[in-house]
């Protein structure tokens, strides 16, 4: 069975600094990894996935992760936090070949002027 | 654009009246999904449709039914909702298949009130 742990519920930064959002999967197979954002009162929105290509994967907004075997991970980063990152994250698993994507129990970003 | 829609965008019930919340989408996907979240907590799977397989999780109650009567639409279906119903209804599709990664794209979501 997959699944994803997101460490820390809640992560609250400064306008301009580094964001980390850690996420550490647990798979049986060559998963698929993906991340969403989730604006209050919409859906959720991909920001980046990884199918077993390149290991470092540039999504939109500005933010990239990087798939680490040998730590079971896929951490969100972003250099530069912007007011407009404040949001919830999820990250989620699949293997691709069911009809089944587990979430992690998402990250709240707080971004501080 | 090709995407996920669903209306109304915010629902209003009362108690133990029938409500049924609507998903179109023009992606062409062969599965789409219903996921139920409460505040402050990870989308939860309600069911989905393969096609025309209907798969119900677990744990979803007997109170929520859906229908998908062609490749566009699906509908949830709550027939006594209660105030523990309460949520956002996410609506996504996928295509699975060969070199599929099941990467889900999500409808901008139903928000339902039960009063």
């Known amino acids: 069975a997959q699944s994803v742990t997101q460490l820390g519920s809640h992560v609250s930064v400064s306008e301009g600094a580094l964001v980390l959002l850690r996420c550490n999967y647990s798979?049986?197979?060559?998963?698929?990894l993906f991340w969403y954002v989730q604006y209050p009162n919409q859906g959720l929105q991909l920001l980046l996935k990884?199918?077993?290509?390149?290991?470092l994967v540039k999504g939109i907004n500005g933010f990239e992760a990087e798939f680490k075997k040998s730590e079971t991970s896929f951490h969100l980063t972003k250099p530069s936090a912007h007011m407009s990152d404040a949001a919830e994250y999820f990250c989620?698993?699949?293997?691709?070949?069911?009809?089944?994507?587990?979430f992690g129990a998402g990250t709240r970003l707080t971004v501080k002027p | 654009d090709a995407m996920v829609i669903q209306n109304p965008r915010y629902q209003v019930t009362q108690f133990g009246k029938p409500v049924t919340l609507s998903c179109s989408q023009t992606?062409?996907?062969?599965?789409m999904y219903w996921y139920q979240q409460k505040s402050s907590q990870a989308p939860k799977l309600l069911f989905h449709?393969?096609?025309?397989?209907?798969?119900n999780e677990a744990d979803t109650p007997d109170n929520f039914q859906s229908r998908r009567p062609n490749t566009s639409f699906c509908f949830l279906d709550i027939r006594s909702p209660g105030l523990g119903d309460a949520a956002m209804y996410l609506c996504?599709?996928?295509?699975?298949?060969?070199?599929?990664?099941?990467?889900?794209?999500f409808g901008p979501g139903t928000r339902l009130t039960v009063l």
């Open positions: 996504a599709t996928s295509r699975l298949g060969q070199g599929s990664y099941n990467e889900q794209f």
């Open positions: 798979s049986s197979v060559p998963p698929y």
């Open positions: 990884y199918t077993s290509a390149a290991t």
């Open positions: 989620a698993v699949s293997d691709g070949w069911n009809n089944d994507m587990r």
């Open positions: 992606l062409n996907h062969n599965v």
């Open positions: 449709y393969y096609d025309k397989d209907f798969n």
